[in-house]
Structure formats: C-alpha cells, structure tokens
C-alpha cells in the first residue's frame, strides 16, 4: 500500500488555492501529481484545515486510548477471577 507524503492539511491547503483561483496547472506541477489525482482528491476531501487538524488528534488520542484498555483488560480479567474464586 502507498503511504500519503501529504498531509491532511496540505491537501486541504491546495484545494483552497484551487478554489481561489489558481490554476490547476500550476498546483499539480507544485505538488508533482498528476490531474486525475487533483480531481480525486478534490472529490474526497471534504474538510478545511482545522477540521483535519481536528480528526488527526481525535485519532491519535482515540490509538493511545485502545492501548490503554488493551493494556488493562488482562489485569481486569484477572481482578474478576480472584473474586470470584472467593
């Protein structure tokens, strides 16, 4: 799989120049993509900046949370034998 060497916010950044009148053009040889993938892209991303900002930390923090649990489920298993082995 392909990983993204644009962020979220570049990509929303690039289309907001798009939308202001830059032409497509001189974007894509900016970013070195080709035009069916500006018009790909443009199509899925439907965020502005800060809302990508917002979604990137809501997933960082929702991947730290899910460690977290994982990590204390076992203790949490354990904890519930023991009392009921009492």
Do not use: C, H, Y
């Amino acid at each position: 799989m392909k990983t993204k060497w644009l962020s979220e916010e570049q990509i929303v950044a690039v289309l907001k120049e798009a939308e202001a009148g830059m032409p497509v053009a001189k974007l894509i040889r900016r970013i070195v993509i080709t035009e069916q993938t500006f018009t790909g892209g443009r199509s899925s991303a439907g965020l502005d900046s800060d809302q990508a900002r917002q979604l990137k930390q809501l997933q960082e923090e929702n991947e730290r949370l899910k460690k977290i649990v994982a990590k204390l489920s076992p203790d949490k298993a354990m904890l519930v034998d023991v009392i009921k082995k009492w």
